[in-house]
């Protein structure tokens, strides 16, 4: 009887704990448009670096509507693999195979109009998986610079700036860190996208914020995982034009 | 008790609460988790010094079915530590950037993904299977039964665990079909300690069950 009894309180126990712990949204693509601001993780407490500015919006500022949109991103599409596959890093378009940043950031363009630009460094990635990511992980690790090639000649012509990239190791890939302190983009807007492998954004965003203080970063992202890519146009095209409001 | 007691006990309870801050990377970041791992090593190094006995009798007396449970859960932990560590040295960041990068960053983080899921099980099932260690210092202390609560808080804990091992989908890091840690950012962060923690005491109640099994089967068979 003691033990029927005790196993009675056990099954309480864990089903209120769970009922307690769950929450409907899944790991992977963020909604989006929400109007609640997002909630930093609890992690970031224990972070050496606090964040630059006081809050994030989440809705474009007024003003940014006066200026040009520059649409950067960057990727190193992969040469092996099955192309266009899930879990390939590239899509097969009708102007041929592009990577998988390029081909959203195309598709923002399509909705909203603005300036491509495609974040390029002077040395070649790997371009095959494995070696690819044992290079990533070898920057990260030497907390490295890489030189970029290519420049924004009229960076004063925009006011909001779509930036794209790999979620690499939970982190910016190690261009967009040369990128973010090359580049002033103070009283601008920066609106992130990334491309993941199930981490969604990581901490990337607060990492943007943390890099860019005077700018405005919204926190509500368009996040797609790689194998979702090829068809995310729709998405991507409708959550750019409701951001931007 | 006697120091030696003592010390020994605390490393075991350190061990067992690193682990799950351990298991909590995506939580506590990159920094932490390298600090955490490499005072967790120190412990377990510390852990053998105190369990000696263990390496010196592996030949000597009776390999009954419990024991060997023990000894083979153990000698796999022991494997599943020192990859971690390697792994982790290799991947390291922040401790261990003074050494040169050697072999695949890429392996090493498959091999570290691997090993620290498994490491979780292996360490509920060692909780498990030397249970009667953990708890014969307070036997001595309290004396006689405990009634039904600790097995009760140990049963909801594990039950719990069940659900957490499916809501972290970890089936897929024990066998590698996911090579990154797939981080739910809508859950409380806090969750995630105890999360590990019960599913560490599943794997523990798992091998208490076995444990008890095996006995009664030793017990039953040598009846006359």
Known sequence: MKK?????????????????????????????????????????????????????????????????????????????????????????????????????????????????????????????????LDFAYEELRQNARPELSGEIENLDDYAVIFLGYPNWNADLPMPLYTFLETYDFSGKTIIPFVTHGGSGFSRTISTIQELQPNAAVLTDGLSISRGSVPNAAQEAMDWASEILG | MKPKQKAKITIDILMTALLVVLMAYPVTGQAVHEWVGAGMFLLFLAHHIFNLYWLKTLGKGKYNGQRILQTVVDALLLADMLALMFSGIRLSRYVFTFLPGLGSAAAARRLHMLASYWGLVLMGFHLGLHWGAVTAPLRRRFGGKAGPLPWCAGTAAGLYGAYAAWKHQIWQYLTLRSEFIQFDFDRPAALYFWDHFSMMALFALLACAIVSLVRKHRKGAAKP
């Open chain 1, 4 to 132: 029927k009894l005790s196993l009675i309180v056990a099954l309480v126990l864990m089903l209120s704990l769970a009922a307690c712990g769950s929450r409907s949204n899944s790991p992977g693509n963020t909604p989006p448009a929400a109007n609640a601001p997002d909630t930093p993780p609890a992690g970031s407490a224990a972070d050496p670096e606090p964040s630059g500015s006081a809050g994030t919006p989440d809705t474009l500022p007024a003003a940014a509507g006066d200026g040009g949109i520059l649409i950067a991103y960057f990727g190193v599409p992969e040469t092996d693999g099955t192309d266009t596959v899930a879990n390939a890093s590239r899509v097969a378009t009708e102007g041929g195979v592009v990577g998988n940043c390029q081909f959203i950031a195309q598709a923002i363009r399509q909705a909203v109009g603005g300036d491509l630009f495609a974040i390029e460094t002077v040395q070649e990635y790997p371009g095959t998986h494995q070696p690819l």
